[in-house]
């Protein structure tokens, strides 16, 4: 007798989510994208120790990034500035399977673009604290 664990809903929604992935990336799909630029956090980063020990926090935070790891698809963080409190800004890119070099080129493309950025030469706030 076969009975249903709640591993067989976890692989079928790991399954559509995969697909998704694969249809937004599909030349002939109705997106035809070759990569997929989307914020890495739903915020700017948190205060030092602002949400320590907080956990639902901490998951909600990492919303934007578990979908990609979830579907296996390469995906990286890259840095997009400051917000008007010095905390930065993160933005990711996600590309198709084993297109890791498509997102990397993107984002190297978009670092040479932004490095006259008044943003490129500030450093972060922690950083510019732990230095004082």
Request: aromatic share 8%; glycine share 10%; charged share 20%.
């Amino acid at each position: 007798m076969h009975t249903h664990s709640n591993s067989d809903g976890i692989d079928k929604t790991l399954e559509y989510l995969k697909d998704d992935f694969e249809g937004i990336f599909d030349k002939k799909g109705s997106y035809h994208l070759d990569a997929l630029l989307t914020p890495t956090t739903p915020s700017t980063a948190f205060e030092l120790g602002a949400v320590y020990g907080n956990t639902v926090m901490m998951q909600c935070a990492d919303q934007f990034t578990v979908p990609a790891n979830h579907a296996g698809i390469p995906g990286i963080s890259i840095p997009a500035g400051f917000d008007q409190t010095g905390l930065p800004i993160g933005i990711q890119l996600l590309g198709p399977d084993y297109r890791e070099d498509l997102i990397m080129r993107i984002g190297h493309a978009y670092e040479q673009a932004t490095q006259t950025a008044e943003w490129r030469q500030t450093k972060p706030r922690v950083v510019r604290e732990l230095e004082e």
